[in-house]
């Protein structure tokens, strides 16, 4: 089957308004349906020429042999844009024997599904990790730790000595990285061994076994019940794949073509996974995957990739940006970690700035102190006006954004002086919060709670504290023996819990769980936190009144309150905060936040993650003796070639990974503030090599 170029011609119309596709990159990728890598550069268009060749690809359909195209992409967001461009015009690319979607619905819809039903006579009822995470919780506080001296050890005790190995930890830090574990850990179901950050840490041929057993029980009753994380998910799919090989087959001859978009954010299970079924010896299946892996900057564990999952093959490349200037591009090509050398050692992945100005804008080196972080904003606007980007359409399109890798302190920052962007720009950080637990009214418990996780997790804390408090105005207790003496308590969240499960009704427990999920979701996802207050406020007027036999006294009526509170001034920290509503809007935002997005300008800040980003990039590769000078590695910053070393220099490659997204968003005009101590070398030599400096120090 061949594309023709009738149907480019078609693809050209639709997708780029009548333009053409390039002869030199974009016509070929499309025409090629051999198994492939596309490397593209940011704003080279590269989802565009995916898109171009699924739509001559359905032309041809439906293939003689009955067989289809998979479509796969990272995110939801992704295959809504895949949908948006074509669904229109080839509708039955979107129907059988076709599939679109992300990894995680084909592996559940193809495999895991089945794998669950099969192994565990469930199907998969949530795939969650933030339900997950409820149950997590639930097994947390359920654990009982043994007595000092008590042998076997129980559960919890062992996890703590085993998850905690080789660091000297407190004991609530200990107890957190036991969650974390529980949160986190892989179940090798085929193996039956439980790995935690590529460490076998339970396995059942272990003299440890008792403990894993435990655990495969805890984990397996889950699958019983439909609910699994999405990790989970490819578990179960490699056990059914080890155990029903055949299936394999049966996928190889659905799907003729498989199209994967964004691939360097895959993680390497996922990656391992679609390859397991389709680039076996015998498959016809043809695999296409298509990404940046320069881009891969953040994986399961948050923290940034110096080398991408993804590694490509058999590669083709997208080098040209139709996002970026010629200036600009230049400055970013420096900041490329793998350039793809071929083996005269030639770099294959280049950025190229396409676009072109009326009136070229150099980069711009913002230096600061200080002293002088109050400027930083009206600088950038003051550029913006200067070069009239406000007048252009880019900017009503793409609008200006304010970046910068670390956003705030988990401490507030209370034991060191250096930047983040909560210390730089205090309309980042405006909230009327606390950090506090405990609160006079639910209203302020509904609303003032530490929401700073993106997770559900903050509002079930938070109404579980709620529900301490009313205990507390009810002077309700729990009693405790402690070295023989039987002692009084106020409740805690794991005592509360467990007086919940051991009510006499075996469906108190189920659905009080069921009402918190409910309850935690309406306050951070669906903002319902007026309703969610009537709800709360009636349960414990009602079924938990007669649970913990209240009378609902002065106090509780008080803190109840009438009726809803609304507080004034709340506001979420977000990826994306408007700073004002001025002449020119600015945003402020994580370079993880604005991945994948272009600017009309992109005013980059330097904050501290270790250390600040100049720092990190000042790589001193051996120290000055008495009769030779000191080697430093060629910065980046100076529109050098970075010649960083093989199994070193990790933290200069992350941040050139940031870098490298957070400088490729803007059309027009890209900033960079760095501190002023920080510098290098003279700023004539940063002048020199292509920055336009502005010192606002002097």
């Given at each position: 089957?061949?594309?023709?170029?009738e149907h480019?011609?078609?693809?050209?119309?639709?997708?780029?308004?009548?333009?053409?596709?390039?002869?030199?990159?974009r016509?070929?990728?499309?025409?090629?349906?051999?198994?492939?890598?596309?490397?593209?550069?940011?704003?080279?268009?590269?989802?565009?020429?995916?898109?171009?060749?699924?739509?001559?690809?359905?032309?041809?359909l439906p293939?003689k042999?009955?067989?289809?195209?998979?479509?796969?992409?990272?995110?939801?967001?992704?295959?809504?844009?895949?949908?948006?461009?074509?669904?229109s015009?080839?509708?039955?690319?979107f129907?059988?024997?076709?599939?679109?979607?992300?990894?995680?619905?084909?592996?559940?819809?193809?495999?895991?599904?089945?794998?669950?039903?099969?192994?565990y006579?469930?199907?998969?009822?949530?795939?969650?990790?933030e339900?997950y995470?409820?149950?997590?919780?639930?097994?947390?506080?359920?654990l009982?730790?043994?007595k000092?001296?008590q042998?076997?050890?129980?559960?919890?005790?062992?996890?703590?000595?085993?998850?905690?190995?080789?660091?000297?930890?407190?004991?609530?830090?200990?107890k957190?990285k036991?969650?974390?574990?529980?949160?986190?850990?892989?179940?090798?179901?085929?193996?039956?061994?439980l790995?935690?950050?590529n460490?076998?840490?339970?396995?059942?041929?272990?003299?440890?076994?008792?403990?894993?057993?435990?655990?495969?029980?805890?984990?397996?009753?889950?699958?019983?019940?439909?609910?699994?994380?999405?990790?989970?998910?490819?578990?179960?799919?490699?056990?059914?794949?080890?155990?029903?090989?055949?299936?394999?087959?049966?996928?190889?001859?659905?799907?003729?073509?498989?199209?994967?978009d964004?691939?360097?954010?895959?993680?390497?299970f996922?990656?391992?996974?679609?390859?397991?079924?389709?680039n076996?010896?015998?498959?016809?299946?043809?695999?296409?995957r298509?990404?940046?892996?320069?881009?891969?900057?953040?994986?399961?564990?948050k923290?940034?990739?110096?080398?991408?999952?993804?590694?490509?093959?058999?590669?083709r490349?997208?080098?040209?940006?139709?996002?970026?200037?010629?200036?600009?591009s230049?400055?970013?090509?420096?900041?490329?970690?793998?350039?793809?050398?071929?083996?005269?050692?030639?770099?294959?992945?280049?950025?190229?700035?396409?676009?072109?100005?009326?009136?070229?804008?150099?980069?711009?080196?913002v230096?600061?102190?200080?002293?002088?972080?109050?400027?930083?904003?009206?600088?950038?606007?003051?550029?913006?006006?200067?070069?009239?980007?406000?007048?252009?359409?880019?900017?009503?399109?793409?609008?200006?954004?304010?970046?910068?890798?670390?956003?705030k302190?988990?401490?507030?920052?209370?034991?060191n002086?250096?930047?983040?962007?909560e210390?730089?720009?205090?309309?980042?950080?405006?909230e009327?919060?606390?950090?506090?637990?405990t609160?006079?009214?639910?209203?302020?418990?509904?609303?003032?709670?530490?929401k700073?996780?993106?997770s559900?997790?903050?509002?079930?804390?938070?109404?579980?504290?709620?529900?301490?408090?009313?205990?507390?105005?009810?002077?309700?207790?729990?009693?405790?023996?402690?070295?023989?003496?039987?002692?009084?308590?106020?409740?805690?969240?794991?005592?509360?819990?467990?007086?919940?499960?051991?009510?006499?009704?075996?469906?108190?427990?189920?659905?009080?769980?069921?009402?918190?999920y409910?309850?935690?979701?309406?306050?951070?996802?669906?903002?319902?936190?007026?309703?969610?207050?009537?709800?709360?406020?009636?349960?414990?007027?009602?079924?938990?009144?007669?649970?913990?036999?209240?009378?609902?006294?002065?106090?509780?009526?008080?803190?109840?309150?009438?009726?809803?509170?609304?507080?004034?001034?709340?506001?979420?920290?977000t990826?994306d905060?408007?700073?004002?509503?001025?002449e020119?809007?600015v945003?402020?935002?994580?370079?993880?936040s604005?991945?994948?997005?272009?600017?009309?300008?992109?005013?980059?800040?330097?904050t501290?993650?270790?250390?600040?980003?100049?720092?990190?990039?000042?790589?001193?590769?051996?120290?000055?003796?008495?009769t030779?000078?000191?080697?430093i590695?060629?910065?980046?910053?100076?529109?050098?070639?970075?010649?960083?070393?093989?199994?070193?220099?990790?933290?200069?490659?992350?941040?050139?990974?940031?870098?490298?997204?957070?400088?490729?968003?803007?059309?027009h005009?890209?900033?960079?503030?760095?501190?002023k101590?920080?510098?290098?070398?003279?700023?004539?030599?940063?002048?020199?090599?292509?920055?336009?400096?502005?010192?606002?120090?002097?």
């Amino acid at each position: 089957m061949k594309i023709k170029d009738e149907h480019i011609k078609e693809a050209e119309n639709l997708l780029i308004d009548g333009n053409e596709f390039d002869l030199e990159e974009r016509v070929p990728f499309i025409k090629d349906l051999n198994t492939c890598d596309l490397l593209a550069v940011p704003g080279s268009g590269k989802t565009t020429a995916l898109l171009a060749k699924l739509y001559c690809l359905s032309k041809n359909l439906p293939f003689k042999d009955g067989s289809g195209i998979l479509i796969l992409s990272h995110t939801n967001a992704a295959v809504e844009e895949i949908e948006k461009n074509l669904k229109s015009y080839c509708p039955s690319l979107f129907e059988y024997p076709n599939f679109v979607g992300t990894v995680q619905s084909f592996v559940n819809t193809f495999l895991a599904n089945q794998a669950c039903q099969v192994k565990y006579g469930s199907y998969i009822r949530q795939n969650d990790d933030e339900l997950y995470n409820f149950e997590v919780n639930d097994f947390f506080y359920s654990l009982k730790w043994s007595k000092r001296g008590q042998e076997p050890k129980n559960l919890i005790n062992k996890l703590f000595g085993l998850v905690n190995a080789g660091r000297r930890v407190e004991f609530q830090e200990g107890k957190e990285k036991i969650l974390d574990f529980l949160k986190r850990f892989y179940f090798d179901i085929s193996e039956r061994k439980l790995i935690y950050y590529n460490r076998t840490i339970l396995k059942h041929d272990s003299p440890n076994q008792p403990y894993y057993i435990e655990l495969e029980n805890w984990k397996e009753n889950l699958f019983r019940k439909g609910l699994l994380n999405y990790r989970d998910s490819f578990n179960l799919a490699d056990w059914y794949l080890n155990n029903y090989s055949e299936v394999k087959l049966l996928l190889q001859n659905r799907f003729r073509y498989v199209f994967i978009d964004e691939t360097q954010d895959l993680e390497s299970f996922q990656i391992e996974l679609i390859e397991k079924i389709f680039n076996t010896d015998n498959s016809n299946t043809k695999i296409q995957r298509i990404g940046d892996i320069n881009q891969s900057i953040y994986n399961s564990g948050k923290s940034v990739k110096t080398n991408a999952d993804w590694e490509p093959r058999n590669q083709r490349f997208l080098n040209g940006s139709k996002r970026l200037t010629k200036e600009v591009s230049e400055l970013v090509n420096c900041f490329t970690l793998d350039r793809q050398k071929d083996d005269n050692g030639d770099a294959r992945f280049v950025v190229n700035g396409l676009r072109e100005l009326q009136k070229p804008i150099k980069p711009h080196l913002v230096l600061f102190n200080k002293e002088s972080i109050g400027k930083l904003e009206e600088t950038f606007k003051e550029l913006i006006k200067e070069n009239k980007l406000e007048e252009t359409i880019e900017s009503e399109k793409y609008g200006f954004k304010i970046i910068g890798w670390s956003a705030k302190w988990d401490d507030n920052g209370s034991n060191n002086d250096k930047l983040r962007l909560e210390n730089i720009f205090s309309n980042y950080n405006k909230e009327s919060k606390s950090k506090k637990e405990t609160f006079d009214t639910l209203s302020k418990y509904l609303q003032y709670f530490n929401k700073d996780k993106s997770s559900l997790e903050p509002a079930r804390k938070t109404i579980l504290n709620a529900l301490i408090a009313v205990l507390k105005l009810e002077n309700k207790t729990y009693k405790i023996k402690i070295r023989g003496q039987e002692i009084e308590r106020y409740y805690t969240k794991s005592e509360l819990i467990k007086d919940i499960k051991n009510q006499p009704d075996n469906d108190v427990y189920e659905n009080f769980k069921s009402l918190l999920y409910q309850w935690s979701f309406e306050i951070m996802v669906a903002n319902k936190a007026s309703q969610t207050y009537n709800s709360i406020k009636n349960f414990i007027q009602n079924e938990f009144k007669e649970w913990f036999n209240l009378e609902i006294n002065d106090g509780v009526k008080t803190f109840l309150d009438e009726e809803y509170n609304e507080l004034v001034n709340i506001v979420n920290l977000t990826e994306d905060v408007p700073l004002n509503k001025e002449e020119i809007p600015v945003e402020i935002g994580t370079v993880h936040s604005v991945k994948g997005q272009t600017h009309c300008a992109t005013m980059y800040v330097e904050t501290s993650y270790i250390n600040y980003e100049s720092e990190k990039l000042n790589i001193i590769a051996k120290k000055a003796t008495k009769t030779k000078p000191e080697i430093i590695l060629p910065n980046p910053l100076l529109y050098e070639e970075h010649e960083y070393r093989t199994n070193k220099d990790s933290r200069a490659k992350e941040t050139l990974k940031m870098m490298y997204v957070g400088f490729s968003r803007p059309t027009h005009l890209l900033c960079f503030a760095m501190l002023k101590e920080n510098l290098v070398e003279h700023v004539e030599k940063y002048k020199n090599s292509g920055w336009e400096i502005i010192d606002l120090t002097d």
